[in-house]
């Protein structure tokens, strides 16, 4: 798709263009409010957060988050003037999501396991105060 080239002029009657490369181009709404969107989308995946804005996106403590990037989990950079430690919106979402994805399976380990009889079962001996394990 080839985009028309129009003066550098911004008229009121043509309000939706893009410079780039010392050029500018006349858009459609359509057009300008997908360039928009896919703007948006990529600063949005390189924005850097501090650990207190990751830990509210996962729902857990800053302490948390840097036990996590201590862990490797999270890529980090520190910096440099103030030495917190910043990760980037994208690398936190793809944690919470293989977070989301790791307790569905477990989930549904734990739910077959059950359906399969798996699980012990825990009965009070009247009199005994310690318990005894029974299989189902």
Do not use: W
């Amino acid at each position: 798709m080839s985009m028309p080239v129009i003066d550098a002029v911004v008229r009121a009657d043509k309000p939706f263009v893009i410079q780039g490369y010392g050029k500018t181009y006349e858009l459609t709404e359509d057009e300008f409010n997908a360039a928009m969107r896919a703007a948006d989308a990529l600063s949005a995946g390189a924005r850097m957060l501090t650990t207190g804005q990751a830990a509210e996106i996962l729902g857990v403590t800053a302490k948390t988050v840097a036990r996590i990037i201590d862990a490797g989990r999270i890529p980090s950079s520190r910096l440099s003037a103030t030495g917190h430690r910043m990760v980037e919106y994208r690398d936190v979402i793809d944690y919470k999501a293989r977070c989301e994805r790791r307790h569905r399976l477990l989930e549904d380990a734990r739910a077959l396991a059950a359906d399969m009889g798996a699980y012990d079962t825990m009965d009070a001996v009247p009199g005994d105060p310690r318990q005894h394990y029974t299989s189902k």
